[in-house]
């Protein structure tokens, strides 16, 4: 099972299983962590599942697409280089997962 | 939105049998599991009942007309939270009841009955029972074939009916029927959309964004007719089921498929049968709460007041969409603890329509004023709204970075001058400025 390790903005840390192709915020709002709020579901339209990813792991990410590049333009906390969407990041078998999540969403 | 797990066993159970809560939520949408979750996150420690009609656990609805229909996404993935979250927070999920009747005290608690004999004796009571679909009324509309799409079960019945159309006929040119038109169109059907008005998406959208999508669409294969009139909807052979739908003119368009999508009705029969405020849905003030001061009633059933910051004295609206229904939730949560706090952010609205992603930000009630920034070299269209030289909303086409700007403005009660904005060059929020 791949795992999601969500910190959050004070620090604190939760560990959460998540399902080889669900995206990280799936996992994220299934299980309630409060840091992310994804309010249109996944489909590219509300910047609010913003995340920090840790930086060692940023290469094993998907690319980022133009519509996320620009939606990252409007996030509640400021985006930086190692932003982004976690609709748009899928888990793959086995895999662990670092993000921070900003101190507000909206 | 499996059907195979049994409802959570109910810790309040009394010895007559009724199930006793400290809140009881009528509704398991958006708006009730935002309630729910909300009234945790501040500590409200009482036990919550999460009450539906549906045989399924909670879920999102807007990829229903979308990627669900496309068969993009499984229902699993529509599912809002795991079973293990409702049972860690001590909610309890009650699928397939109907509440019929409601007795209520002075003090907010009561007995909600449901059609199956069941009761529900709650402290307060919470009323996110949103809408239903509006129906054709033409002869003909009761034909097999002849389906709306508001909730799972419809969106699983139109996906069961899909093999063998050909045909398809949308009827009504909003939001729920152009994104569904585009996903049959997608999964090669032919598609013609039939509207009564004289434009599209009229009841959300100004005239200019009606235009673009107009031409969007038909550039993109969809035969859409406006100012259609129906006059029936025909069987072949005077069988059972619809073959095509025939207009005043007699034009006969066929169908094999008819989809409905003409708006909704605010569920507000509970409402009255308790003697609230209803006036095109439950009358509620600044806190969500109903005429009675003590239940809550929250998301597309409720008649709010203009929650867009400087909006005048007295305006109101029903917001149906899916940021309504979390930040009126929230607002609704506080009152329950006893708080008083305004409504937050900016009301904001998507929709999907094949590869054109519409954005809108801010209420566009009562604007005297437009500007229009196209790029079509880009793709990129956008109108923004203004009253009385400020602007209070935009519609956004494939345009993230404009969406984003006036959403922004907005929060920060920042106006982005008329004059200047027309040009698409621009970047809108460079413009922004304090007024």
Not at chain 1, 70 to 82: F, I, S
Not at chain 2, 90 to 103: H, P, Q, T, Y
Not at chain 2, 274 to 291: F, M, P, T, W
Request: some cysteine; aromatic content about 4%.
């Amino acid at each position: 099972m791949p795992t999601v390790h969500f910190t959050d903005a004070e620090g604190a840390v939760r560990d959460v299983e998540g399902n080889p192709g669900d995206s990280v915020m799936e996992t994220a709002v299934r299980n309630g962590v409060p840091g992310i709020v994804a309010e249109c579901g996944g489909s590219l339209s509300c910047a609010t599942c913003h995340v920090f990813v840790r930086e060692d792991t940023l290469d094993q990410l998907p690319e980022m697409e133009e519509m996320e590049d620009e939606m990252l333009y409007g996030t509640a906390v400021d985006r930086e280089d190692n932003s982004r969407l976690s609709c748009q990041l899928k888990l793959c078998e086995g895999q662990d997962m670092y993000v921070t999540t900003p101190e507000t969403q909206v | 939105m499996d059907t195979t797990t049994t409802t959570t066993a109910v810790p309040g159970e009394t010895a007559d049998g009724a199930v006793r809560t400290g809140l009881l939520i009528i509704g398991a949408s958006q708006s009730g599991v935002q309630l729910a979750v909300s009234l945790r996150a501040l500590g409200f420690d009482e036990h919550i009942t999460l009450l539906g009609e549906e045989d399924h656990r909670p879920y999102q609805r807007p990829a229903l007309s979308k990627e669900f229909l496309q068969g993009t996404v499984d229902s699993e993935s529509l599912i809002f939270r795991s079973n293990q979250y409702w049972e860690d927070h001590n909610v309890a999920l009650v699928k397939g009841e109907r509440i019929e009747r409601i007795d209520k005290q002075p003090d907010g608690s009561g007995v909600a009955h449901a059609a199956s004999g069941a009761e529900f004796r709650f402290r307060r009571l919470a009323l996110t029972v949103g809408a239903r679909a509006r129906k054709l009324q033409v002869p003909g509309a009761e034909l097999d074939g002849v389906v709306y799409l508001r909730n799972a079960d419809d969106a699983l019945a139109l996906k069961a009916q899909l093999d063998g159309v050909q045909d398809a006929v949308v009827i009504g040119g909003g939001f729920i029927g152009l994104e569904a038109a585009s996903s049959l169109h997608k999964m090669g059907k032919n598609v013609t959309v039939l509207e009564y008005g004289p434009r599209l998406i009229g009841r959300a959208v100004g005239e200019e964004t009606s235009e673009y999508f107009l031409t969007a669409h038909r550039d993109r294969g969809l035969d859409i007719r406006l100012n259609s009139r129906i006059q029936e909807l025909a069987a072949a052979d005077g069988g059972g089921r619809v073959s095509g739908v025939v207009l005043e003119d007699g034009t006969v368009v066929p169908a094999q498929l008819v989809l409905v999508g003409i708006g909704v009705v605010p569920n507000t029969e509970l409402a009255e049968q308790l003697g609230l405020d209803v006036d095109n849905g439950i009358v509620v003030d600044r806190h969500a709460l109903a005429s009675d001061g003590t239940t809550v009633a929250v998301g597309d059933v409720a008649n709010m007041p203009n929650p867009l910051p400087g909006s005048p004295e007295g305006e109101r609206i029903r917001l149906e969409s899916v940021n309504n229904a979390i930040e009126h939730a929230k607002v609704a949560a506080y009152s329950l603890m006893g708080r008083r706090e305004d409504y937050a952010g900016i009301p904001w609205f998507w929709s999907n329509q094949a590869d054109l992603k519409l954005q809108i930000a801010g209420l566009t009630l009562g604007y005297d004023q437009t500007v229009v920034r196209r790029d079509d070299e880009r793709g990129k269209f956008s109108v923004l709204y203004y009253r009385g030289g400020q602007i209070i909303a935009a519609d956004c086409v494939n345009a993230p970075l404009d969406f984003m700007a006036v959403k922004n403005a907005l929060a920060k009660g920042q106006n982005i001058p008329a004059d200047a904005a027309a040009d698409p060059a621009v970047v809108l929020k460079t413009l922004a400025t304090d007024s």
